[in-house]
């Protein structure tokens, strides 16, 4: 049961349990960095005019542009 929580999807993209938590944390980080630049372009439109977008950006090359064979059948097992 526990190994079913914490190995299956690390596996399934071909990472390790750690590397899977730095990867994800690092994407959390990013989103939460980038959600506040929104945050505060709501309210200075003249600040973080492309941060958001650039973020979204990078983070979407790595997710998904980068993908090659395994993780992308992967992906594609998920989404069934």
């Known amino acids: 049961m526990l190994k079913h929580l914490f190995l299956d999807h690390p596996h399934s993209v071909d990472e390790s349990y750690g590397r899977h938590l730095a990867v994800a944390g690092g994407f959390g980080l990013a989103m939460i960095g980038g959600g506040l630049a929104c945050l505060v372009h709501a309210v200075l439109p003249c600040a973080f005019t492309r941060t958001g977008s650039g973020v979204v950006r990078r983070l979407h090359d790595r997710m998904v542009a980068n993908r090659t064979g395994?993780?992308?059948?992967?992906?594609?097992?998920a989404t069934r």
């Open 70 to 77: 395994r993780v992308e059948e992967a992906g594609a097992l």
